[in-house]
């Protein structure tokens, strides 16, 4: 059974930073595409970045240069690193894992930019 764990949302001012973790379980994690994604109220749920098994990431435009995404396949872990953090980055973000095309989801952490 797979199992997405997420970690590290909270509150942040603009401009600040937080990094989010998700563990993952279930899956030959090295093999596979990670990736993160969030949906704001009102909205529908959108790709933020994503990384593959050799390390190739993918952002959406609205992060580039701001947001960072890795992973450690020893510690079966994904990670966003988020800097400059702005009001319209407040959303629940979540990790995803597509396992031989199938999608599977953590279960979401709130990441709130306010001042």
């Known amino acids: 059974q797979v199992q997405l764990v997420e970690s590290g949302g909270g509150l942040v001012q603009p401009g600040g930073s937080l990094r989010l973790s998700c563990t993952a379980s279930?899956?030959?994690?090295?093999?596979?595409?990670m990736g993160w994604y969030r949906q704001a109220p009102g909205k529908e749920r959108e790709l933020v970045a994503s990384?593959?098994?050799?390390?190739?990431?993918n952002y959406l435009d609205s992060v580039k240069g701001r947001f960072a995404i890795s992973r450690d396949n020893a510690k079966n872990t994904v990670y966003l690193q988020m800097n400059n953090l702005r009001p319209d980055d407040t959303a629940v973000y979540y990790c995803n894992a597509n396992v031989w095309s199938a999608d599977h989801w953590g279960q979401g952490t709130q990441v709130t930019v306010s001042s």
């Open positions: 990384i593959t098994s050799g390390y190739d990431a």
């Open positions: 279930g899956i030959m994690f090295s093999i596979h595409v």
